[in-house]
């Protein structure tokens, strides 16, 4: 054999090689992918249904579950936000779900979605809500969610009268706490490190031993906002937008620091951020405690419904969440500093106990 007869057979040998190994680490990567999803493919409706395997979801099979799913009624409803409708399904005594249905169909979505959808499923986190799965159909998309029992903060805060509670001052303390870990898992830990884009009281919920769980992380970036959803101007809701927003329509985690601040303000005062008596007088929840703060009267802008509290911890709180609302990002601490400083009130509490 010549020398360029024995270079060809070399470069041959290589490129099959590149081949095989290749075309290995797809079935292996093709496996890993089915071991954590079960598929179903459902020829009526021309939908994919996708759960990404989990101790609550490894009795279950897909096809119950699509049954099911497809029987959702509107007495199932639980409630509707700018993505869609949220309903109740329930497996059976002791396994329910949430199941979202989102507004606009799948005809415009691509691989893209899914795949951010199967990202959001990776994540676990005691303080998020855990996605279980999705359905993908021509005409609509539904998110299979953990179901909350306690319903959201917005609810128990402002909600009507029956779904109001009086939350004392350590259960606010500890839904402060939970959700700043949960948006701090996000913009920290997780890999690419996610802004949630909507944080606000609606969007934490509480599950049944009241440990609040941020919930619709990623549909900010995974879809536009149902137009005829009024709170929303870009992604986001009015009254926890950072005012850099509205120069620069960017989002940023900041962002969501500034928003969780306004969150704190709700959990203090337990008034809405757009409250209407603050529109009347023309200010708002942020502007009204900054000058509440000011004068040190912090006791006046502390909601009538918390009953007996600590004030010193109130008054830390207070600090925390207006630094959270400086209006120069760059001064708001970062998600992670938010939860040290929360969770040092707490330190120092049992600290002043022993
Ligand atoms: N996993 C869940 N468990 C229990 N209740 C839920 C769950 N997800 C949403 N809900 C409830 O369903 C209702 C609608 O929720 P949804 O997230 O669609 O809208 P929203 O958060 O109120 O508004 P937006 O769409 O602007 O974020 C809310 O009352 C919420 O408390």
Redo the contacts with the bound molecule.
Sequence with gaps: MGNGQLLAFYITVCCIAFIISKLIMAVLLYRRWQRKHKVFQDSMSGGKMVMFRSPTMQYLTSDVFLKKTMRLTNKDI???????T?YRLTINESISF?V?RLNRGSADRDRGFERELEAMGDIKHRNI?TLHGYYTAPQYNLLI????PN??LD?LLHGKSNDRKSLDWPSRYKIAVGAARGISYLHHDCIPHIIHR?IKS??I?LDRNMEARI??FGLATLMEPDKT?V??FVAG?FGYLAPEYFDTGRATAKGDVYSFGVVLLELLTGKRPMDEAFIEEGTKLVTWVKAVVDLEREEHAIDSNLGCCPLDEVKNVFNIALMCLESDPSKRPTMDEVLKMLEQIQSDKLVQDS
């Excluded at 969610?145 to 909350?148: K, R, T």
């Design positions: 639980i409630g509707s936000g700018g993505y869609g949220v949430a979202k809500v969610y953990d179901l909350m319903g959201s609810a909507d609606s969007n919920l919930s619709d959803h709170s929303t809701t």
